[in-house]
């Protein structure tokens, strides 16, 4: 991944180049925050990883060598979009690793599983709510060093190296959150569960149930007091206090 200050400069490239020709320097991220990027997402090989700024694509071959799952480079450098697939085809993962020259804050995420991101609060800020609105729920995101205003992580980490890094410090900050399905609103049950109503208010992963104790939320599980389930769409299906039921909206 490149260093985010290369990421908003090339970013904002198409509306300055012509007059200003000049780029910060490009840095890598260390192989060891690499894989731990990877891990803390818990990639699978039935992951689509997308990286947002790929760089040198280390990441979406990292994903696909040592994780074994497809993965996909967006990077506005034609060059190194270029040395991205010629680096995926000498690790033998370019059936696996690909890239693509693009905007980041223009691309097609919905499809990914996990999304890997170092990019400067603003741009962060400008992804946020699409991040919300287009991935699925459940999907993984992971950044190198910086967060979002408003959506807490669901955790964060801190990388100490083992080595020294050209351009790093000793240490890496890590942040990952999990897509949360939407469950504001009111709820009812029904079969048995008729005459049940519930509330729901939501802050990201955050929410409140009326009426219970304690309520959490990630990804589509959801689960409060003695009730455990998943969000299906527009249905909250699990099992309260031991039996089967079911919330529609």
């Known amino acids: 991944m490149r ?11 198409p509306a ?10 490009f840095i890598t991220t260390p192989p060891q925050v690499v894989e731990r990027m990877l891990e803390m997402a818990g990639t699978r090989p039935d992951d689509l ?3 947002l700024g790929s760089g040198d694509g280390r990441i979406v071959i ?7 799952a497809r993965a996909l480079g967006i990077e506005l450098d034609r060059a190194l979009v270029q040395k991205s697939r010629a680096n995926a085809i000498g690790a033998k993962v370019a059936e696996r690793a690909t890239f693509v020259e693009g905007d980041v804050l223009a691309a097609d995420i919905s499809r990914a599983t996990v999304v890997t991101v170092y990019l400067l609060p603003a741009l962060m800020g400008k992804l946020q709510a699409r991040f919300i609105g287009e991935l699925a729920p459940g999907t993984r995101i992971v950044s190198h060093e910086f967060t979002m205003a408003g959506w807490l992580p669901d955790r ?3 990388v100490r190296l083992k080595a020294r890094h050209s351009g790093q410090g000793d240490e890496s900050r890590l942040h990952l959150w999990i897509v949360p399905a939407q469950v504001r609103g009111t709820w009812r049950g029904t079969g048995p569960e008729a005459g049940m109503t519930l509330r729901i ?5 955050r929410i409140e149930v009326e009426g219970a104790r304690a309520a959490t939320l990630s990804g589509r599980d959801i689960s409060w007091d003695n ?12 099992e309260l206090a031991g039996r089967p039921v079911e919330f529609k909206r």
């Open 156 to 158: 964060s980490e801190t």
């Open 49 to 51: 990883v997308i990286d």
């Open 3 to 13: 260093n985010h200050l290369l990421i908003c400069a090339a970013l904002a490239a």
């Open 62 to 68: 990292a994903a696909a060598q040592k994780f074994g």
């Open 16 to 25: 300055w180049a012509d007059e200003l020709d000049w780029r910060p320097p």
């Open 227 to 238: 009730f455990k389930g998943r969000v299906e769409g527009n249905r909250i299906v699990g």
């Open 201 to 205: 208010e939501q802050s990201y992963q």
